[in-house]
């Protein structure tokens, strides 16, 4: 019940005029990101982070948040509508969702898109609602080595389940904690890695410099580069009566929703999974589950319904980690917790006892977004996909001025904007060789914490490492983490014994 | 793409080699009553690169990677044409900030990205080029009190700071 109480307070601070006037703008701003082809949450957030200096830390973030949303619900779009996903998160949306529309049920599809992301939404929102108390509090009897403990799994769920060459992840969690290393060291407070003499690494090397270069010059530099063939816009004649008739039909796929919702939510929990898994995940889950899994990639629409509800679920999941424990489950919610320290917010449990208006103000935005995003989203999508006819050439400079901006506004040094620049060509050329670029920015992000954490162990314990395996939390974490790091080995050997077994 | 996967690891492991030495300039050893010295963490961050690198190299030279299995080139000609437009026209852009500002290198780069490749239209081009600069003074200036780098235009906007703040 107290619950409850604590929920009804956070709507009246998300139902402030203001605040339902930048929920309305987020959803709107992440419905335009998400359904432009190459461009999802991240970039979103990245980019306009440094607009929301305008606004109190509560009112950034609501608009944040439901930018979020937003963009969840409007990759759909592009990848209905051109086959291009829209952001990576609706890479699994294009299976049935493009053969839908050549086949003529384009407004069925973005229908059963919206709404498959309204029920991810809403439930993933109502299990956050319930969880996070709970987990806040077990979280509050955390010292430093459970915090270090918590980093290294956040970071091994990358190597473990991420997917990617693997030396080339652990290079980017490393290169990430050592620009974080850059400026002042913490504890004796000389100087350090002050590249050149240069005065501008003195302050350190801003989060937003390395997330605005990767995610907005990188990647749009990538877009660029990719889509340089023509795009075929579906067409899509939206009435209402078709919208109320395919409303109608989804009450045959609320089994893969309610599917997709959960299993969205448990995996955008853990840090290197995410939205982007967890949909590609619930489209394989439903396919399985499914009587006649041939007609999946013909246009079935579960095929939709299940990676978009997860999609949804699992951006919600993975802000669970980030405000409970103070470790993002994203790279986008990396960024939102590196806004939060901008802010003068010291993520983590603490935030549920000192600042519960921004708490729960955050959760009761997100049950509004994920009511305003559907109703935007199915009201002005012949607007949606007039955006989907915009060329990249009046995007990509916009982009590129905003980043340049938005580079400079945090620390007013015009250092950091080259910065930027220099991060971002190297993403990009880092990029096209398989580098996988999230765990930097999350590490980025995490490395002051990773370094007081380890450093403060290692004085509690007079230098020994065993601190971590003592202390009962801290030991099962490490144990966790330690397995996710080896499972790729382990994988390995299982190869080279495997076969020598048939012989 | 196979030579590219190389270069990139060999360039890494060099700046991972001068980020362990730079690292040296404060203690990387354990100090009595301190902990670790402030030069530590970074130092073994820098080691675990080079380790990577080394990693990296290996599967290179057994190719496991699909980088370093690949026969497609690294950039073909449209890709890096369209690289040093992009790439190129932010440095162009970023370095004239310094010298004329932001007010006049934003209608500039809109101009030159949206006419010279794009090929669109004045009618679309020029409101979007005025429009930018006054909606960034009005956000970042009046609003947020942030003030854009002008460079030499700076005392062109002292009548405008009178005016509005």
């Known amino acids: 019940m107290e619950i409850l109480g604590l929920l009804l307070e956070g709507f009246a601070v998300a139902l402030e005029p203001i605040n339902l006037a930048l929920i309305v703008a987020g959803c709107i701003a992440g419905l335009f990101i998400g359904a432009m082809p190459g461009l999802g949450s991240v970039n979103g957030v990245a980019i306009l982070l440094p607009m929301t200096f305008l606004v109190p830390p509560t009112s950034a973030i609501i608009f944040l948040g439901s930018l979020y949303y937003g963009a969840m619900y409007g990759g759909a779009i592009s990848s209905i509508m051109l086959g291009i996903p829209g952001a990576s998160t609706a890479v699994a949306t294009t299976f049935d969702g493009r053969p839908m529309a050549l086949q003529g049920k384009a407004d069925r599809a973005l229908v059963a898109a919206a709404t498959a992301s309204f029920v991810g939404g809403t439930i993933s929102v109502v299990l956050f609602t319930l969880f996070a108390p709970p987990l806040a509090d077990f979280a509050l009897a955390f010292g430093p080595p459970e915090e270090f403990a918590l980093l290294m799994l956040a970071f091994a769920t990358f190597i473990g389940l991420g997917g990617d060459d693997i030396p080339k992840t652990f290079f980017s969690i490393f290169i990430g904690l050592m620009f974080s290393a850059v400026g002042l060291d913490i504890v004796s407070g000389n100087p350090r890695l002050i590249f050149f003499d240069l005065p501008g690494f003195y302050h350190g090397i801003n989060f937003l410099v390395l997330a605005i270069g990767i995610y907005g010059i990188g990647e749009i530099l990538w877009t660029v580069e990719t889509t340089r063939g023509e795009m075929v816009v579906s067409r899509a004649a939206v009435t209402i009566r078709g919208v109320v008739r395919a409303l109608a039909d989804l009450r045959h796929n609320i089994r893969s929703m309610l599917m997709g919702s959960f299993l969205g939510y448990f995996v955008g929990i853990l840090p290197a999974a995410g939205a982007t898994p967890g949909s590609l995940m619930a489209y394989g889950v439903a396919r399985t589950m499914s009587k006649n899994p041939e007609t999946y990639g013909k246009g079935n629409v579960d095929g939709v319904v299940a990676p978009e509800s997860a999609n949804n679920a699992a951006s919600t999941g993975s802000m669970l980690p980030m405000l409970t424990l103070g470790i993002p489950g994203s790279p986008t919610t990396a960024i939102l917790l590196g806004g939060m320290v901008i802010w003068g917010l010291e993520p983590g449990p603490m935030l549920f006892i000192e600042h519960k208006e921004f708490v729960w103000g955050l959760i009761a935005s997100l049950y509004a977004a994920n009511l305003f995003a559907l109703l935007i989203n199915i009201a002005f999508i012949p607007a949606f996909l007039m955006v989907l006819r915009m060329p990249f050439t009046v995007l990509a400079p916009v982009i590129f001025i905003l980043c340049v901006v938005g580079g400079y506004a945090p620390t007013q ?38 370094e007081a954490s380890v450093r403060q162990s290692l004085i509690m314990a007079h230098g020994s490492f065993g601190i971590f395996f003592e202390r009962p939390i801290s030991a099962i974490i490490m144990a966790i983490a330690i397995g996710l790091f080896a499972w790729p080995l382990i994988m390995v050997v299982r190869r080279l014994v495997g076969p020598a077994r048939a012989d | 793409m196979r030579r590219a996967e190389l270069v990139m690891a060999l360039v890494m492991a060099a700046f991972s080699l001068y980020i362990m030495w730079k690292s040296t300039e404060l203690p990387v050893g354990w100090i009595e009553g301190e902990g670790p010295g402030g030069g530590a963490f970074p130092f073994w961050l820098a080691a675990g690169m080079l380790v990577c690198c080394g990693w990296i190299v290996l599967r290179w030279a057994r190719r496991q990677s699909p980088p370093s299995r690949s026969e497609e080139p690294y950039m073909d000609r449209t890709a890096l044409r369209v690289f040093a437009i992009g790439a ?32 669109h239209a004045w009618s679309v081009t020029a409101p979007l080029a005025l429009a930018m600069p006054v909606a960034a003074f009005l956000f970042f200036e009046i609003a947020l009190k942030i003030t854009l780098p002008k460079g030499y235009t700076e005392p062109a906007f002292y009548p405008l700071y009178e005016m509005l703040l």
């Open chain 2, 88 to 119: 190129g026209s932010l440095l162009a852009m970023i370095g004239l900030i310094h010298i004329v500002g932001v007010y006049v290198v934003i209608p500039l780069y809109l101009i030159f990205y949206m006419r010279g490749i794009g090929h």
């Open chain 1, 413 to 450: 040094d015009m250092h950091d904007v080259w910065l930027m620049l220099i991060f971002g060509v190297m993403g990009y050329l880092m990029r096209k060789l398989d580098y996988p670029l999230a765990p930097a920015v999350l590490a980025i992000v995490l490395g002051p914490l990773a």
